[in-house]
């Protein structure tokens, strides 16, 4: 197709585009194609107003009455329930706070003691996962006695065995994009005698999730990507419910103690998701990440699932109208079913550099070593003029790259 086309397809996809309303909520330059919320999400507009409130008069006139009056204590849960309806938790299994990363910690070391570790000694990993998770999952194999494997995602239901203590595995593969079998690897993995957890972190807030009618045990996500609760926002932990009473935390601080102001020498663990708090909740970006939620009220999962699929499809049309052909491969499954919300174009040597120009133009991606580019699609802010004009730049850059050479 032309151009001039696609520029018009584009134009009549944003026009028909239930959720086109919702970019308004955002603050963002029309001039620059923001096709990273896959690491970092765009500001909404309420953000800042709710955090001068916070500071201002929570923080600054009412003090240390504000755990109370303003709510502060019992945030990681409220926030946490919000969270839960985006990934199909009920209430009260969800808890904001803390990093990824010591999530990840609490849930694998309280998977395997769950177990009978005389037993099961092994700790399934997903071979291709972010790299926290693989060092975090090590760790904790270290210290509870276990071994760690590390397999193919799409291998962990044939792979559990009479060993398996816990698998942890990425919803959506972070390089490719790859959406994996999360109902499916749940119950083989159960029906294996093991448990799972899920890390959510590129697939809350960009497809439906089903935890709770999926029989997850544990779920972790950071909350700054597609849910937008900007740098460094606390993430969340899912303990299923029927698991909550026999959680056995690693991390067992004051915050998850059932009586914490009795400064009770002797640990008493909280009933419910509290169980997963540990140290004083991270006030300012928990309410910021709160605030970052009003955005979803109103938005069903189910037509942000289906925008981020036809967002991608259509810049996979334009990649390959606008770029030299052979130039770049999709490393992103064509098919629905096993796609994220994300598109990752193989370049080869120098994909950094064309990263780098793209973001020079206004478009603004990124580049995963040694040659992924990796384009994000956000549903509630990404038109499809975005989509059109991110690949006409991309097929720009390339062309300018291959005459320079000539």
Known sequence: MSEAALAEEAAALDAADGLAAKRAEFDLDDEVVYLDGNSLGALPRGVAGRLSDVVGREWGRLGIR???????????????????????????????????????????VAAVRL????????????????????YIARSAA??????????????MAREAGPRTAVALVNHV??????????PGTTAALRAAGAHTVWDLCHSAGALPVRLDADGADFAVGCTYKYLNGGPGAPAFLYVRRALQDRFDSPLPGWNSHADPFA????????????????GTPEILSLLALDAALDVWDGVGLAAVR??????????????????????????????????????????????????????????????????????GFTPLYTRFADAERAARVLGEVIEAREAARR
């Open 263 to 278: 400064m009770d020498p002797a640990y008493a663990p909280a009933a419910g998701a509290v169980r997963g708090r540990v």
């Open 66 to 108: 504000s755990w109370e009056e303003s709510g502060w204590w019992t945030a990681p849960e409220r926030v946490g329930d919000r969270i839960g309806r985006l990934i199909g938790a009920a209430p009260g299994q969800v808890v904001a706070g803390d990093s990824t990363s010591v999530n990840v910690f609490k849930a694998v």
């Open 115 to 134: 177990t009978d570790t005389g037993s099961r000694d092994e700790v399934l990993v997903d071979a291709a996962t972010f790299p926290t998770d693989g």
């Open 173 to 182: 593969d972070y390089r490719t994009g790859r959406l994996h079998d999360l």
């Open 306 to 375: 289906a925008k981020s699929l036809a967002l991608t499809d259509f810049f996979l049309r334009c990649v390959e109208a606008y770029v030299p052909e052979g130039r770049v491969a999709s490393v992103t499954p064509e098919a629905h079913a096993e796609r994220g919300s994300q598109v990752s174009l193989r370049y080869g040597a120098g994909a950094g550099e064309v990263m780098a120009e793209l973001i020079r133009r206004g478009v603004v991606g990124d580049h995963r070593r040694p040659d992924v580019l990796r384009f």
């Open 142 to 155: 270290r210290m509870t006695g276990c071994r760690i494997r590390a397999v193919d995602a799409a291998d």
